[in-house]
C-alpha cells in the first residue's frame, strides 16, 4: 500500500510528531510513505514526494510542521478536488492523511466521498474539535499561554494592577479556561461565560473588598478589545489595568511531552486504520475524567500496563 501524509491549516506544535508516527509506522508495514508538502495547495500543485525512514529523523521534538502549510479556498470547488486525488493516484497512493483544524478535516470529508480515502488527525491549538477531548497542540499552546501569564502576574502583583490577557483558541474557550485555572486567574471570559462588563466591574471591586492586592482577567479571543476593556477597568474600579494580547507566540515552539505522545499515537493508529481498509475516519483521544471510587478498590486493582507499548516497535 501506499499512503501520503499532509497538514494543513493552522501550525500546530506536535504535527512533525504526527507526520513521523504516520511515515514510521507505514514503513514498518512495509507500506510506501508520501509527504504532501504546503497543505491542499501542494496537493493541487502535485507536489508530492516519496519519503524515508530518516527524513522524519530529528523532528519529533520541533515545533511548526516540517512539510508546511497553506490555506486553499479553492479546495472548497469540486474540480480542484478532482485534480487533488488525480495527483495521488498517479502515484498510486491509496489513502491520504490529513493532520490539522475543522476546515482541513471538511477537505478530508469530501476527498474521501469523491474516491481517495482520508483519516483526519487533529492538529490545531485551538482544541475547537467537537469529537476529541484534545487536540495535538494544544497542551504545548496551553504551557506557552501559563507560561507568558505567570510573567504577568509577577508584575501585576509589584504594581498592584488588574491585568487583562488574551488567549487564542479561535472561538473556543478551552486555551482560557485551562489556563485560568492552571494560573489562579480571578476572572475568566469565554463564549462559555458570557460578557457582562457590568459584571465583570463587580468581580473587580469584589476583589478589592476582600483583599486582592493585584488580579488576572483572562480572555480568549473574539469576545472584545481587551485594551479597551482594561481602559474601562481602570475607569469603573480601584485598580490601575492594563492589557496583554499573547498572540502568535502560542502557535510556536517545542511539543510538550503530552502533545508529542498524542500526536505519535495518533500517527500510527491512523496508517493501522489505513491498513485495515478504513477511511473517512477522524481520530479522536478521550478521556482524562476525573471520578472516584473506594478507596480499597483503589489498592485492590494492577495497574493496567500503558497501551503505548504497542506503538513503540512502530515509531523507531
Ligand atoms: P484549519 O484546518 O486549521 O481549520 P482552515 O479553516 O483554513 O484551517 O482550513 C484549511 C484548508 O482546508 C482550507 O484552506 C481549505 O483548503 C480547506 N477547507 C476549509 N473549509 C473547507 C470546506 N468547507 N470544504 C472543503 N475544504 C475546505
Redesign the pocket.
Known amino acids: 500500500m501506499k499512503i501520503a501524509v499532509l497538514t494543513?491549516?493552522?501550525d500546530a506544535p506536535g504535527m512533525n510528531a504526527a507526520i513521523r508516527g504516520v511515515v514510521r509506522t507505514a514503513l514498518s508495514y512495509g507500506m510506501e510513505a508520501y509527504a504532501v508538502h504546503d497543505?491542499?495547495k501542494g496537493l493541487y500543485e502535485g507536489k508530492i514526494d516519496l519519503m524515508k525512514r530518516n527524513d522524519v529523523g530529528q523532528i519529533l521534538n520541533r515545533g511548526g510542521t516540517i512539510l508546511g502549510s497553506s490555506?486553499?479556498?479553492e479546495?472548497?470547488q469540486k474540480e480542484v478536488r478532482a485534480k487533488c486525488i488525480e495527483n495521488l493516484k498517479a502515484l498510486g497512493i491509496d489513502a491520504l492523511v490529513t493532520i490539522?483544524?475543522?476546515?482541513?478535516y471538511?477537505?478530508a470529508m469530501?476527498l474521501s466521498a469523491e474516491g481517495m480515502p482520508c483519516i483526519a488527525l487533529p492538529g490545531?491549538i485551538d482544541n475547537d474539535i467537537a469529537s476529541t477531548e484534545y487536540t495535538i497542540g494544544f497542551f504545548t499552546a496551553l504551557e506557552t499561554a501559563v507560561d507568558a501569564l505567570d510573567k504577568l502576574r509577577d508584575t501585576s502583583f509589584s504594581h498592584k494592577r488588574c491585568t487583562v490577557v488574551e488567549v487564542m483558541g479561535r472561538y473556543c474557550g478551552d486555551l482560557a479556561i485551562y489556563a485560568g485555572i492552571a494560573c489562579g486567574a480571578e476572572i475568566v471570559i469565554t463564549r462559555d461565560t458570557g460578557f457582562n462588563k457590568e459584571d465583570i466591574f463587580r468581580q473587580v471591586q469584589h476583589a478589592k473588598e476582600i483583599g486582592k492586592r493585584h488580579l488576572v482577567i483572562v480572555v480568549a479571543e473574539h469576545i472584545t478589545d481587551v485594551q479597551k476593556l482594561a481602559e474601562e477597568i481602570q475607569a469603573n474600579s480601584p485598580y490601575e489595568a492594563r492589557a496583554s494580547v499573547l498572540g502568535y507566540i502560542q502557535r510556536g515552539g517545542d511539543p510538550c511531552a503530552f502533545d508529542r505522545i498524542l500526536a505519535s499515537k495518533m500517527g500510527s493508529y491512523a496508517v493501522e486504520l489505513i491498513r485495515n481498509g478504513i477511511g473517512g475516519q477522524a481520530i479522536y483521544c478521550k478521556s482524562l475524567e476525573v471520578g472516584h471510587c473506594p478507596i480499597n478498590e483503589a489498592l485492590g486493582k494492577d495497574n493496567v500496563p500503558s497501551d503505548l507499548y504497542r506503538y513503540l516497535s512502530r515509531l523507531n
Request: aromatic letters at 10%.
Open positions: 494543513s491549516g493552522g497543505g491542499y490555506r486553499l479556498p479546495f472548497k490539522g483544524g475543522d476546515g482541513t471538511r477537505g469530501d490545531t
